[in-house]
Structure formats: C-alpha cells, structure tokens
Antibody
C-alpha cells in the first residue's frame, strides 16, 4: 500500500529555516518523480516543487532560491529544505507521488510568525 | 507561467444532478491536465489525469474531457459524498499551476 507521511512542520520565525520530511512506503522515491504542494489557510492549492528520477528539479517562482527539494534513496524519504522563510510561506505542505500527484500525504503545517 | 481558471467558483446542485466544472488554460497544454477532489479538512485526492484517464479506484461517475485550453470535469449524478472543492492542474510546463478551485455543495 502506498503511504506518504510528512513531518517537520511547526512554528518558525521569519527569516528562519526548516526541513520537511516525507517518508514513503509501498514504492521507492528514487523510482518516481516526487512533488511538494502547499495550501495556505483557507486558500487553494499551490504547486511548490518537483524532483524527477534523474535528479532534475523545478520550483515555483515564489520559492525559487529559498527552497531545495531532495531525496534520500536509502531512507526512501523526500525532503524540502526551506530557508529565508516569510509569513506568506505559512501553509500546510503536502508531498505527493509523481508529477501528476497520484498519491498525497496528510500534510504538515508550517507557521511563519514572530 | 500558464494561468489556470475555473468556472464556476462555486455551485449548489441537487442530489442526482449532473454537474460540470470548466477549467481553462492560458495557453495550450495538450492533455496534460489533472483533476483533484479535496474534502474539508482532508488532503486532496487524485481523480483524473491526462484530461480523461480515471485514477484507479475512482468511481466512474467522474469523467473528464478536453484538450488544448478547455477542459471539463463532470459528475454524472451528484451525491452527498461529492461535497468538496475540485481543482484542476496543468503539468505541461514548469512551473506547474493549479486552478483556483470550484466548491460544490448540495442544494
């Protein structure tokens, strides 16, 4: 059974850094494109980033240069390193399998506030 | 970047009604379009991809059509469990983008 479990969210001050994790089971992160999507409170979905099997990465303009997507094949885990965090980065962050977002985790809440 | 729009932004329909949601891309995206359902307080769920391919396990009352810039999602017979917000997303070119969502409820 495919399962994705995000962790690492929490309250962080503006300008701070945070690393989100997404533990996968039932498939390998190395064998699939993997994505991050976020949703600000009461708002719609916003695509954040994707990493393809060959390692190529892409980012939304709003996070480019501040966020880095990566994976650890031995841990079967996807990561999102977030730095220079802003209030507008406050959201539930979801990881998903594939660039077509076939399966989603339950999300982890990141709150950027002083 | 490709902009996605959806109409209507919300709708209210009766149980058993046929419901259609429209999604439009600001430029042609072939059939690289997906639809998602998000129920309140839950993670989104994949319904269709490649504009019309039903995701495994999704009931056949959901269907999708379109190509290029204009797409539709149809629920053939609305049921109470279909109350949700529906999003389209293009994955033709980076950065991928979502539509703003269509909120569906029961009249």
């Amino acid at each position: 059974e495919v399962q994705l479990v995000e962790s690492g969210g929490g309250l962080i001050q503006p300008g701070g850094s945070l690393r989100l994790s997404c533990a996968a089971s039932g498939f390998t992160v190395s064998g699939n494109p993997m994505s991050w999507v976020r949703q600000a409170p009461g708002k719609g979905l916003e695509w954040v980033s994707v990493i393809y099997t060959g390692g190529t990465t892409y980012y939304a303009d709003s996070v480019k240069g501040r966020f880095t997507i990566s994976r650890d094949n031995s841990e079967n885990t996807l990561y999102l390193q977030m730095s220079s965090l802003r209030a507008e980065d406050t959201a539930v962050y979801y990881c998903a399998r594939d660039h077509r977002l076939f399966y989603w985790g339950q999300g982890t809440l990141v709150t950027v506030s002083s | 970047d490709i902009q996605m729009t959806q109409s209507p932004s919300s709708l209210s329909a009766s149980v058993g009604d046929r419901v259609t949601i429209t999604c439009r891309a600001s430029q042609g995206i072939g059939v690289y379009l997906a639809w998602f359902q998000q129920k309140p307080g839950k993670a989104p769920k994949s319904l269709l991809y490649a504009a019309s391919t039903l995701q495994s396990g999704v009931p056949s009352k959901f269907s999708g059509s379109g190509s290029g810039t204009d797409f539709t999602l149809t629920i053939s017979s609305l049921q109470p469990e279909d109350i949700a917000t529906y999003y389209c997303q293009q994955y033709d070119s980076h950065p991928f983008t979502f539509g703003p969502g269509t909120k569906v409820d029961i009249k």
